[in-house]
């Protein structure tokens, strides 16, 4: 087993492995200055880069400096992809020499000045895509998946008659290493089942398509149980062929980037859910790990579940803009009145206690009297008391006297 072989297996995400693999690839080709076509020799030229007498330290800072072109955030984290594969392999370079290196990587954070996801572009995506492509950006839109998690998902992980509908995403299959699930919209449901009507015929097209691609003589499995079966890069494919059938194909000046790209469905689903939804849930839904111990161990499956169907309206996508104002006022008039009505209640409660307390003393005060019209010596000291207290009243020096003591 070669060293980049070995040093990818310690990554059980497929996406994971392929922005490893692609950053390892970038560093190879600067140091021998091979190109595209050479990629087929990249695990021959990795041992070879580590059976040459070469200046680790040096290459990486050079590196570096190649990098001045790529975008910022690009550029890091390919760096760091090379750094963390040399450091696998027992090259040691010491922090000071990394943060010199690091001195060299090009400024700045997100260079792309992309385009807003919002519904209207979601809408016209929608437009221009088969049942396949509208399964898939609907699924992405309402669930906060990452498009690498969604292509892992089985037949098996997707729960279409729960309510809302239910996906369980493996923890191998995640960036963070943790289990979870998500939901998605009713209306992302229905292209679901209308994908699985095709799903089986566009499994077979795909597998005779690919009988002699590249030379294969064998077809890929036909048993492949995903719910999209087909690639990251099938994928991005398709979501660009569709931006560019909207006529919203754009690249950025400076980055040559897509201005719309797939994973900027995840921004749409964080930034609607959490409009109506508390912001824990959207994210750890989406999958960000700093809230997905603490908001599943705060939260039951069930709250959950009844948090994202009073948002789901948020990430419904084909539902009428004035439709969705005019739900959105109704759900937040009924808010209203039933906050209304609970106060009417918790006032109701606190009469009823009050009226409680005084029939208590109403009915305390009644068996004194009782009492005392039962004690025939006792009633008259209080006739008594009761005359003397008069008296006292109409004698004014008296009466000061008394309210001295």
Do not use: C
């Not at 996406?15 to 950053?23: A, I």
């Not at 209203?336 to 307390?357: A, F, Y």
């Amino acid at each position: 087993m070669g060293r980049l072989t070995e040093f990818l297996d310690n990554y059980n995400n497929q996406s994971t492995r392929g922005g490893y693999r692609s950053g390892i690839l970038a560093f190879i080709k600067f140091i021998y200055g091979i190109t595209d076509g050479d990629k087929g020799r990249l695990e021959e030229l990795v041992d070879q880069y580590f059976d040459d007498s070469r200046d680790h330290k040096t290459d990486l800072m050079k590196f570096a400096v190649s990098l001045q072109k790529r975008p910022p955030l690009s550029a890091r984290q390919v760096f760091n992809q090379v750094n963390e594969f040399l450091s696998m392999n027992d090259v040691v370079i010491t922090s000071k020499d990394i943060k010199r290196a690091r001195n060299k990587l090009p400024k700045g954070g997100v260079a792309t000045q992309e385009k807003d996801m919002d519904l209207e572009t979601i809408r016209s995506l929608l437009a221009h895509t088969d049942v396949k492509g509208k399964a898939l950006i609907l699924t992405l839109a309402s669930s906060g998946m990452r498009i690498g998690e969604l292509l892992t998902v089985t037949l098996k992980d997707i729960d279409l008659d729960s309510k809302p509908v239910k996906i369980n995403i493996r923890g191998k299959n995640t960036k963070t290493g943790y289990q979870r699930f998500t939901f998605i919209s009713t209306e992302a449901a229905q292209a679901v089942k209308e994908w699985l009507k095709v799903r089986a015929k566009y499994l077979d097209a795909s597998l005779e398509k690919g009988m002699h691609l590249n030379g294969r003589t064998t077809a890929k499995s036909s048993e492949d149980d995903r719910l999209f079966p087909f690639s990251d890069n099938i994928g991005n494919q398709l979501f660009e062929q569709v931006v560019k059938s909207a006529e919203l194909f754009e690249r950025d000046e400076t980055t040559n980037r897509m201005t719309l790209h797939i994973h900027m469905f995840r921004k749409f689903f964080l930034s609607q859910l959490s409009l109506k939804a508390p912001k824990e849930i959207a994210e750890a839904l989406a999958g960000h790990q700093g809230y997905l111990t603490s908001s599943y161990r705060r939260y039951t499956e069930a709250q959950l579940a009844e948090r994202y169907l009073e948002a789901e309206y948020l990430v419904t996508i084909q539902t009428p803009k004035d439709l969705q104002e005019i739900e959105s006022e109704f759900k937040a008039k009924m808010q209203d009145h039933t906050d209304i009505l609970e106060s009417i209640v918790k006032k109701n409660l606190r009469l009823e206690e009050d009226l409680n307390k005084l029939k208590s003393e109403v009915q305390s005060s009644n068996e004194l009297f009782q009492s005392i019209s039962e004690n025939p010596a006792l009633l008259a000291n209080l006739r008594e008391m009761v005359e003397l207290a008069r008296k006292i009243e109409n004698i004014p020096d008296l009466k000061k006297r008394f309210t001295n003591i």
